[in-house]
């Protein structure tokens, strides 16, 4: 999971704008036990999914972020109805919640915005934490956008975990964190985490031990944050489009995005 490591963005964002869009009175009292907050950069060309730069162009890679933003949104509402999952979804926004691309996905997807704070990634996790846990929020899920095609069962075994652990990680296969779940305010964890790093689940279970967290482990999964990972997942997409599909895990927005990318990279070679 990608945190945003720019500058800190200079306050949260008002709900004003989803109230009058929507017709009725919005409050910033939590309607849900369960916050799910979803960190994402805006889809600005030259800072987002640069390491996937070549083979593609910043403008395919910001093209392919916001497709993955969209996914990440509508498979969370899925997952919600299909399990009745009582989620205030919160997106942890950078460089900032008044960004036009949020204020969109504000009125579309019916998401609260907050803004990303703190001047690293550490920060940035801590400071996300606090201000849904001051929400009045007891339980809360955090994920980043480079696992688009996540099983919506995962959401569910993430709130039932917490029932009775106080972390839930959820371990990439390279060694990264792709989500994590708290019961409790744990600020101490978040501290000197090597981010970006093949260390990230180790160093976050053990430090999570070391303060005395019940831990529990999601089955792993594979995020999109590499050229081999832009290969296997251009794979995945090519076998997923065979399936009928109602059993597709792939949106066709991201499906077609990645049959052009896949072409044109073919082309570049």
């Not at 972020?65 to 996914?71: A, E, I, K, P, W």
């Not at 305010?185 to 260390?199: E, H, K, M, N, V």
């Not at 090519?238 to 991201?254: G, M, V």
Request: hydrophobic residues 40%; proline residues 6%; positive net charge.
């Amino acid at each position: 999971m990608r945190v945003a490591g720019r500058g800190s963005p200079a306050g949260v964002s008002k709900p004003e704008t989803r109230s009058r869009l929507l017709g009725r009175p919005m409050t910033n009292r939590p309607s849900a036990d369960l916050a799910l907050i979803i960190l994402t950069e805006a889809p600005i060309v030259g800072q987002v999914k640069t390491s996937l730069c070549p083979p593609l162009t910043q403008d395919e890679a910001a093209t392919l972020h916001g497709s993955f933003v969209l996914d990440t949104l509508e498979r969370t509402k899925v997952a919600m109805d299909k399990w009745k999952l009582p989620f205030d979804r919160y997106l942890a926004c950078a460089p900032s919640s008044q960004h036009v691309f949020f204020k969109i996905m504000e009125e579309r997807h019916r998401v609260r915005l907050i803004d990303q704070l703190g001047a690293d990634p550490d920060a940035r996790m801590r400071e996300t934490c606090r201000a849904v846990f001051d929400k009045g929020h007891r339980r809360v899920v955090m994920l980043g956008t480079d696992i688009p095609t996540l099983p919506l069962e995962y959401y569910r075994q993430a709130a039932m975990l917490l029932d009775e652990h106080d972390l839930v990680l959820g371990p990439e296969q390279t060694g990264g964190c792709y989500l994590f779940g708290l019961a409790k305010r744990a600020d101490g964890l978040f501290s000197d985490i090597p981010w970006c790093t093949d260390q990230v689940f180790r160093v976050t279970r053990e430090r999570a031990e070391s303060l005395g967290l019940r831990v529990a482990s999601l089955p792993e999964w594979r995020d999109v944050d590499s050229i081999d990972d832009l290969t296997a997942f251009i794979e995945a997409g090519a076998r997923d489009a065979s399936l009928p599909k109602a059993e597709r895990q792939f949106s066709s927005r991201t499906a077609g995005t990645l049959q052009l990318l896949a072409k044109r990279i073919r082309s570049r070679a």
